[in-house]
């Protein structure tokens, strides 16, 4: 299962997290982007009462991943990629590597 690890906005801070880390400017400019805009959403309260927005780079596909989640439990309550969608690719992209 792919594990989505990166820059999380979390309760409106940005918070680093290996291992996977912007590797050029516009990968920077992108996560510094994408992260404010996710500090915005949660300072307006886009996602409801009790609810955040997070942003993570999936460490497996590179692909952003943005979910809206319980603060309080943690639980995710909605996922951009979904899942599955980020399991497909990372078998994709083994599949690639397996036959080079």
Do not use: H
């Not at 309760?11 to 050029?24: C, D, I, K």
């Not at 497909?88 to 036959?99: F, I, Q, T």
Request: hydrophobic share 40%; proline share 6%; net charge positive.
């Amino acid at each position: 299962m792919a594990q989505a690890q990166g820059v999380t906005a979390v309760n409106g801070a940005a918070l680093p997290a290996s291992p996977v880390t912007p590797r050029t400017p516009a990968d920077r400019a992108f996560v510094r982007e994408v992260s404010d805009a996710v500090k915005r959403l949660n300072r307006g309260n886009f996602a409801g009462q009790g609810r955040e927005v997070t942003f993570s780079i999936d460490r497996v596909t590179r692909l952003p991943v943005v979910k809206v989640v319980d603060v309080n439990t943690k639980e995710v309550l909605n996922q951009w990629p979904a899942e599955y969608v980020l399991q497909l690719a990372a078998g994709y992209a083994k599949d690639r590597r397996d036959s080079e």
